[in-house]
């Protein structure tokens, strides 16, 4: 079974506008982080935002928040006021604490930010 | 602080010959990781290593991969011989033992061409 799924390859948005990205997730280790990373065309990976299994709030980071529900294992990222530099490719991530931290990413969600 | 550190940054070869690629991570970090990625795909966990020690490496053709990291610092990841389907971006990233988010840090990649 995927560890990580995204099912959206493309979303288009409008500049200013709020985006929803997609990602499920598949463990059954108690402790474990969700992670986001922007990856732009210039090919390196940058880490946006972290929830841990544990955390009781949301995650947020500037115009970045994760909806995390644990009980549907999903944690989407949300971007709000979308700027043209965020379109990228964005992955999410998965690390299990009791599986020596191994690091799962998902397929992906390519990001067009429209003028 | 230093970021991960790769080279060569880009790297063509024929089919059949043989390729090298070098990773340091950030000062102080136990965990490094090898991953493949293909254009379009996710990153591929190849290897993971906990100081000089190799955790996972299921996903590592071994018929012509071969990593190592000797003392626990810098690592190599060698292909040999080369295929068409080995073209892709080497990505290395690393991680502290504990502490924080434990969210990867990535080199800018190596990328291969295969001819």
């Known amino acids: 079974a995927q560890k990580i799924t995204q099912t959206q390859p493309g979303m288009f948005v409008q500049e200013k506008e709020a985006v929803t990205l997609d990602c499920t997730y598949d463990t059954s280790d108690p402790s474990y982080g969700l992670f986001w990373y922007k990856q732009p065309s210039s090919g390196e990976m940058i880490f946006l935002i972290y929830q841990g299994s544990y955390d009781q709030q949301n995650a947020t980071e500037g115009r970045y928040s994760l909806n995390f529900q644990k009980a549907r294992k999903s944690a989407n990222l949300v971007i709000s006021a979308s700027q043209l530099g965020d379109s990228a490719m964005y992955f999410c991530?998965?690390?299990?604490?009791?599986?020596?931290?191994?690091?799962?990413f998902g397929t992906g969600t390519s990001l067009t930010v429209i003028p | 602080e230093a970021g991960v550190a790769q080279s060569p940054r880009y790297k063509i070869i024929e089919k059949r010959q043989s390729v090298a690629f070098w990773c340091n991570p950030i000062?102080?970090?136990?965990?490094l990781y090898w991953y493949q990625q293909i254009l379009g795909q996710g990153p591929k966990l190849l290897i993971q290593f906990q100081n000089n020690g190799v955790v996972d490496d299921s996903q590592l053709p071994k018929d012509r991969f071969s990593a190592e990291r000797l003392k626990g610092v810098d690592s190599t990841l060698k292909i040999q011989p080369a295929k068409l389907e080995d073209s892709a971006v080497y990505l290395c990233a690393s991680s502290p033992q504990g502490g924080g988010t434990g969210e990867l840090f990535f080199g800018e990649g190596s990328r291969l061409t295969v001819l």
């Open positions: 000062s102080g970090h136990a965990t």
């Open positions: 991530a998965m690390r299990e604490a009791n599986t020596g931290n191994q690091f799962y």
